[in-house]
């Protein structure tokens, strides 16, 4: 058989969904030639055009240049973009069904019509987040269909965060690689050699292997989170600052730094689906994953401590109250509010009488918010508001001009108030701007006073 090395890489990406938008300008910026194809012919022609149908920093432009050069290109067509291709990547969604089991449905319909195309030797990438055991399943299944098929499977899990895709895919922490042929790997590894040689370390291993870690990486850090936030309502209670207890913690290199921040929360489309996903996996093989299973529990009792939140910084009762919602994203650098804390709260505000107000840098009007008005600014936003809500951490809500936030506020039922759910601010500072800022398990603004008083 002819070696990898002799020619060059050509890829078909199977989802132009995030993963697979990211993946395919990515590897068009390492020099590849890739094909992205999806079912939907809309999506399909406002790609060929450059028009991104999701916010990612620089993901546009990215896209853009490839296609300019010719790198890159889009199509509705599974058999013409596989033709000349020597991996195909599935990278299409694994929603969570009601039973907590992932959806593979996309996948299987997706190596479906992989599989009589078969004809030449190819290499299927799932980049898609799948059970354990469904790469050795997908395979099986492509030789039910074609006896004839020309193929290896591998499993290569992507850990690309929303707001930071772009980099994460460039320089990963880590590039795993599940397979189980030789050739397969000097293939993979031509194809990383362009992240690799930047010393970025490859880990080759089974495919079962590949599949797992997949799914335990996103569940400890939303273990991590769940506790984090568990850990602000105990400083709450305690009247001990956050702030200091996780930075003090994460010193120790064992733990870290990166996901002691306490907020509303985590969203997004995957953390909360892979671990309730993790967890079936679990019960099905006999070994149940108690800890985290009490993580998504906390995770769904923070947003019940969040609406509590408000309501006491509010001090009166809310109807009537105009709030203004900074942010709806899970989380900053993405328009995506999928499991964000904003779809839940708003409506159990509005629910207890609040009239409600957003601004959000990228989200625009959304059908899932209802009897809302929509601010241009935000300080447009906070205009006659009784209270500002902070709940995505957008760098736009991190240097606010307090003498405007005042004086946009309304000063009537009580005095201007930010409720800050990312703890952007520092309280001492904040109690000189004359806002009651009330923030996430720190100090509250009366002990700020003092310690300021303490200080000066």
Same mark, same amino acid.
């Given at each position: 058989m002819r070696s990898y090395t002799d020619y060059k890489i050509e890829i078909t990406i199977i989802g132009a969904g995030y993963v697979g938008l990211v993946s395919s300008a990515c590897f068009a910026e390492l020099g590849f030639k890739v094909i992205c194809i999806d079912k939907d012919?809309?999506?399909?022609?406002?790609?060929? =055009?450059?028009?991104?149908?999701?916010?990612?920093?620089?993901? /546009?432009?990215?896209?853009?240049?490839?296609?300019?050069?010719?790198?890159?290109?889009?199509?509705?067509?599974?058999?013409?973009?596989?033709? =000349?291709?020597?991996?195909?990547?599935?990278?299409?969604?694994?929603?969570?069904?009601?039973?907590?089991?992932? #959806?593979?449905?996309?996948?299987?319909?997706?190596?479906?019509?992989?599989?009589?195309?078969?004809?030449?030797?190819?290499?299927?990438?799932?980049?898609?987040?799948?059970?354990?055991?469904?790469?050795?399943? &997908?395979?099986?299944?492509?030789?039910?269909?074609?006896?004839?098929?020309?193929?290896?499977?591998?499993?290569?899990? /992507?850990?690309?965060?929303?707001?930071?895709?772009?980099? #994460?895919?460039?320089?990963?922490?880590?590039?795993?690689?599940?397979?189980?042929?030789?050739?397969?790997?000097? &293939?993979?590894? =031509? &194809?990383?050699?362009?992240?690799?040689?930047?010393?970025?370390?490859?880990?080759?291993?089974?495919?079962?292997?590949?599949?797992?870690?997949?799914?335990?990486?996103?569940?400890?850090?939303?273990?991590?989170?769940?506790?984090? =936030?568990?850990?602000?309502?105990?400083?709450?209670?305690?009247?001990?600052?956050?702030? #200091?207890?996780?930075?003090?913690?994460?010193?120790?290199?064992?733990?870290?730094?990166?996901?002691?921040?306490?907020?509303?929360?985590?969203?997004?489309?995957?953390?909360?689906?892979?671990?309730?996903?993790?967890?079936?996996?679990?019960?099905?093989?006999?070994?149940?994953?108690?800890?985290l299973r009490s993580a998504l529990h906390s995770n769904f009792q923070r947003k019940k401590r969040i609406k509590q939140i408000i309501i006491e910084a509010c001090q009166y009762p809310i109807a009537g109250m105009r709030l203004a919602i900074l942010g709806v994203s899970f989380k900053a650098n993405t328009d995506d509010i999928r499991e964000s804390i904003a779809v839940s709260l708003i409506p159990e505000l509005q629910a207890l009488g609040a009239k409600i107000i957003i601004y959000d840098p990228i989200v625009q009007k959304n059908n899932l918010f209802v009897d809302v008005e929509w601010g241009t600014d935000v300080y447009n936003t906070l205009q006659g508001a009784d209270a500002a809500i902070i709940i995505t951490e957008w760098d736009a809500f991190r240097y606010l001009d307090m003498k405007k936030v005042k004086s946009s506020l309304r000063n009537t039922v009580m005095e201007p108030t930010l409720i800050d759910l990312r703890n952007l601010y520092t309280p001492a500072i904040m109690a000189k701007s004359g806002i009651r800022y009330v923030s996430v398990g720190r100090t509250t603004i009366e002990a700020a006073h003092t310690d300021l008083a303490k200080t000066s």
């Open positions: 012919s809309h999506k399909i022609k406002n790609l060929k =055009n450059g028009n991104v149908p999701i916010y990612e920093p620089t993901l /546009e432009q990215l896209i853009k240049k490839n296609l300019k050069s010719e790198r890159l290109a889009f199509s509705d067509c599974l058999s013409e973009a596989t033709l =000349n291709s020597h991996i195909i990547f599935i990278a299409v969604g694994t929603p969570i069904k009601e039973d907590g089991n992932a #959806d593979l449905s996309e996948v299987e319909m997706a190596v479906k019509k992989i599989a009589p195309l078969l004809h030449n030797h190819k290499v299927i990438v799932i980049k898609s987040t799948v059970p354990v055991g469904t790469c050795q399943r &997908l395979q099986d299944s492509i030789k039910e269909i074609n006896c004839n098929a020309k193929f290896d499977i591998v499993s290569n899990p /992507e850990f690309l965060r929303a707001g930071s895709g772009i980099k #994460d895919f460039m320089f990963p922490d880590r590039i795993v690689i599940g397979l189980t042929n030789g050739l397969t790997r000097t &293939l993979m590894s =031509n &194809l990383y050699q362009g992240i690799t040689e930047k010393g970025i370390p490859t880990l080759y291993t089974s495919l079962e292997n590949a599949e797992l870690i997949k799914y335990v990486s996103n569940c400890f850090l939303a273990t991590k989170i769940a506790f984090t =936030n568990e850990v602000s309502d105990l400083c709450e209670k305690l009247g001990t600052d956050i702030t #200091d207890v996780l930075y003090g913690m994460g010193l120790d290199n064992r733990i870290g730094q990166d996901y002691l921040q306490p907020g509303p929360g985590f969203g997004g489309s995957c953390l909360a689906k892979d671990a309730q996903s993790l967890i079936k996996i679990a019960e099905s093989a006999g070994s149940p994953l108690n800890i």
